[in-house]
């Protein structure tokens, strides 16, 4: 497969500098970056997403021909009477952008979410598949 058929990550969105991090639009428009484990095979590309704390109707895929995007909003929930006196968690939710190859056919993608873990499966593009030809006798 070709270099154009890699998927490729887009930068994080994390502010350069402290005045950054004041501005409370910059605030809102920031996002964890989830891990993503990628496996090619011959058929498709499979994307494997952790997004502890987002519930299913937190979970927002937008597919395009030429990206994808990812972004949850973590719901971590308190028991009634406590408060945290610490969180590793600051940023509520999380986003990811990855750029796809005109080679993955976008119309057929599945999706399944359990347990924290987003399952994209992309296949590729008929013409990009590898096929089987017949060899008859003369």
Known sequence: MSEKANVAKQDRQVPQDKQQQ??????????????VDVIEDASAITL??????????KLNLQLLPDS??????????????????????RLPR???????????????TSAEFQ??????RIPKAAHVQPRKIEVRAA
Do not use: C, Q
């Open 22 to 35: 004041d501005r409370p639009a910059e605030k809102r428009d920031m996002a964890m970056v989830p891990a």
């Open 48 to 57: 494997l997403a952790d997004l502890p704390g987002v519930s299913r109707d």
């Open 68 to 89: 994808l995007t990812i972004e949850g909003e973590v719901s971590l929930a308190m028991p009634e009477g406590m408060e945290s006196s610490h969180a590793e968690v």
């Open 94 to 108: 999380y986003r990811r952008v990855f750029s796809l190859s005109r080679e993955l056919d976008t119309e057929n």
């Open 115 to 120: 347990n924290g873990v987003l399952k994209l």
